[in-house]
């Protein structure tokens, strides 16, 4: 049976950690699994749990400092359960929250006994009511600071992409605050009084500051640095694509330049066919040349001219390879979308797609490309190849074929959706490899490019 002093202490111990909760989730609002009332659910059930544990250790008159660690244990796992994110990424924002309470919990209960000369034994000393309302006027003024930095963390975490970094990267807080826990874990009176005790808490907080803040800026740098060599890879990819179309004008031209050298020719010939008056001869001709003509005029794909010319260059690297070229492009000359972004979108599709050609060059390989518009300004993009050799995909992302490390076409194409309000879903089923993307720019895209 719980007497009403154990239920008081519980319920206070419980309310603790109230904040910290608020302070966890807020800045995943909007990546969590569940809708936000089962989250709230789920969290209310490991709080009642907790609670009935406190009770029964209170009514005993044990310390419930010892059962503290399985309560984190407990509030982490659902945490993880709940946010929607990398493992690594949830537990570098989870320690820092639990690092902010740590803080908070140890000044305060230093302020309470050299101040107001709280004399409770230890257990008490995180159950009391009288100790709860020192911690909310601490959390209250530090608190909103608190997830302004848990905001900024959160944006440049989640933006961040280096897998093998991230494996390891958490631990440094974690070990950093496993030691002061190790060194600062009594909260009897002679510890928590003694100077010691407050200068390893807010040593504990000046490093956790710098801590995270040199490892998010050098995250921040590897990302800019991965942003940089990508335009530099996309740029790249672009000057080919002109210098291959510049070359195929330059051969059109040259082509011209014969067909008009030998225009005056065939006027000579039709001449003499009609001087002749042999009408028979003269059909026949005309439509020799005819095909002639047909033949050297390059085929249109779409009407748009980036999209034309890279689907074109394409093309021509399908068809010396031996490869199965099939287009259904449906595009307007006008698009929405930036001609940079929808020239290297195409660009990396079907860079990729010939890419996994290249080892079944010949009949059986082929590389199917369809695109339309969508309601009134989205685009829809599909890309279908054979691919002998399933993908290689590690956290979530493909590994290069051409380069240790994550493959940079893929990570460009969901890029490019991302940043058009858009997605890109890749699949492999039965050797072929589809790659389907979905690009909606938002209004302000569309004035801009009017």
């Not at 994110?85 to 000044?107: H, N």
């Not at 993908?391 to 051409?402: A, L, Q, R």
């Amino acid at each position: 049976m719980f007497t009403s002093s154990s239920v008081i202490s519980a319920l206070s111990y419980g309310l603790e950690f109230l904040p910290i909760h608020i302070l966890a989730y807020y800045p995943f609002r909007n990546h969590l699994r569940f809708p936000l009332w089962v989250v709230i659910c789920l969290n209310i059930l490991n709080m009642t749990t907790e609670f009935l544990m406190e009770c029964y250790q209170y009514s005993l008159g044990k310390d419930i400092r010892n059962w503290e660690i399985l309560f984190a244990a407990m509030s982490m796992a659902v945490y993880l359960t709940c946010v929607r994110a990398q493992i690594s990424k949830l537990l570098f924002i989870y320690i820092l929250v639990v690092d902010y309470f740590m803080i908070v919990r140890g000044t305060a209960i230093f302020l309470d006994i050299s101040f107001l000369g709280a004399g409770q034994i230890p257990y008490r000393f995180l159950g009391a009511p009288s100790n709860l309302l020192g911690r909310y006027l601490l959390i209250a003024l530090t608190g909103p600071f608190m997830l302004i930095f848990l905001d900024i963390t959160r944006k440049k975490v989640l933006n961040s992409h280096a897998p093998q970094l991230w494996r390891v990267i958490w631990l440094l807080p974690t070990l950093t605050s496993l030691v002061v826990l190790i060194f600062t874990w009594n909260v009897d009176i002679i510890s928590v009084s003694g100077l010691p005790f407050l200068l390893a808490r807010v040593c504990l907080l000046i490093m956790v500051f710098i801590v995270y803040h040199v490892l998010v800026s050098s995250l921040e740098s590897i990302r800019l640095q991965g942003e940089a060599e990508e335009r530099a890879r996309n740029q790249e990819q672009i000057m080919a694509m002109q210098r291959a179309q510049y070359s195929m004008l330059r051969k059109q031209i040259e082509e011209t330049r014969l067909a008009r050298h030998d225009l005056r020719q065939h006027l000579n010939v039709i001449q003499r066919f009609l001087e002749n008056g042999d009408q028979a001869s003269l059909a026949d001709y005309i439509a020799k040349y005819g095909q002639k003509l047909s033949a050297l005029t390059p085929r249109t794909y779409c009407s748009n001219y980036a999209v034309d010319a890279v689907v074109r260059h394409y093309s021509e690297q399908a068809m010396e390879k031996g490869i199965l070229f099939d287009s259904h492009l449906s595009l307007p000359a006008d698009l929405w979308i930036h001609e940079p972004d929808i020239c290297i979108l195409f660009g990396n599709l079907l860079e990729n797609a010939l890419d996994a050609c290249a080892d079944q060059a010949g009949e059986s390989a082929f590389v199917r490309v369809h695109a339309r518009v969508a309601g009134e300004r989205a685009i829809s993009i599909t890309v279908d190849n054979t691919c002998l050799t399933p993908p290689v995909m590690k956290n979530g992302s493909f590994i290069s074929t051409k380069h240790s490390g994550q493959g940079t076409g893929t990570m460009s194409i969901r890029n490019i959706a991302a940043q058009y309000n858009g997605i890109a879903d890749f699949r492999y089923e039965d050797q072929v490899f589809y790659a389907s993307v979905f690009l909606n720019p938002p209004l302000k895209e569309c004035r801009d490019k009017v």
